[in-house]
T-cell receptor, first 113, second 115 residues
Framework: DGGITQSPKYLFRKEGQNVTLSCEQN?????MYWYRQDPGQGLRLIYY???????QKGDIAEGYSVSREKKESFPLTVTSAQKNPTAFYLC????????????FGSGTRLTVV | DQQVKQNSPSLSVQEGRISILNCDYT??????FLWYKKYPAEGPTFLIS?????DKNEDGRFTVFLNKSAKHLSLHIVPSQPGDSAVYFC??????????????FGTGTRLQVTL
């Protein structure tokens, strides 16, 4: 079955540590995205990538970094520079002309203590 | 600047009645609108969409209406069922040829369907 996999589902980290969230898709989608969900704020775009080895900042990119070395993979690193890293992180993918928008992963809940 | 707004954070509807979820947008460049449904601790799933050249799209119990002049869209669920209880996100896409469909999401409306 084709899909998009995020791991782990829950992640705990100490303040000041970098942490990398995994996102893998086998849908042969060109574009991939990272969103963050906070209560009352909806989904906010962190980074997106249209093709391999290329990515663009979204609305809230500060304190985050990404890479796109393979079409299937788009990992997100939450750095110690991110002031409020505790959140629910969602990865998504799409074809350029996909009328259905995105296919989302099941998310990673990151808690920084 | 919130370009897509869902002004009702929550809505409670009795089973069998109609649920109406509203969404307003400010950017006239948006050309495609989508609704997603999300359960807790899961990713959103696509529900229904509408192109800006249409004013209505129907899929089973779900209908989306678009009023371009008012920059307003609404999702109607008839009849509402307990399994419809979830958070509903409105999303909008700005059409740009040759680039990825970057979506702007609203803040979501939590629908509770009661027995």
């Amino acid at each position: 079955d084709g899909g998009i996999t995020q791991s782990p589902k829950y992640l705990f980290r100490k303040e000041g540590q970098n942490v990398t969230l995994s996102c893998e898709q086998n849908l042969n989608h060109d574009a991939m995205y990272w969103y963050r969900q906070d209560p009352g704020q909806g989904l906010r775009l962190i980074y997106y990538s249209q093709i391999v080895n290329d990515f663009q900042k979204g609305d809230i990119a500060e304190g985050y970094s990404v890479s796109r070395e393979k079409k299937e993979s788009f990992p997100l690193t939450v750095t110690s520079a991110q002031k409020n890293p505790t959140a629910f992180y969602l990865c998504a993918s799409s074809m350029w002309t996909d009328s259905y928008g995105y296919t989302f992963g099941s998310g990673t809940r990151l808690t920084v203590v | 600047d919130q370009q897509v707004k869902q002004n009702s954070p929550s809505l409670s509807v009795q089973e069998g009645r109609i649920s109406i979820l509203n969404c307003d947008y400010t950017n006239s460049m948006f050309d495609y609108f989508l609704w997603y449904k999300k359960y807790p601790a899961e990713g959103p799933t696509f529900l229904i969409s509408i192109s800006s050249i249409k004013d209505k799209n129907e899929d089973g119990r779900f209908t989306v209406f678009l009023n371009k002049s008012a920059k307003h869209l609404s999702l109607h669920i008839v009849p509402s069922q307990p399994g419809d209880s979830a958070v509903y996100f409105c999303a909008a896409r700005r059409g740009t040829t040759g680039t990825a469909s970057k979506l702007t999401f609203g803040t979501g409306t939590r629908l509770q369907v009661t027995l």
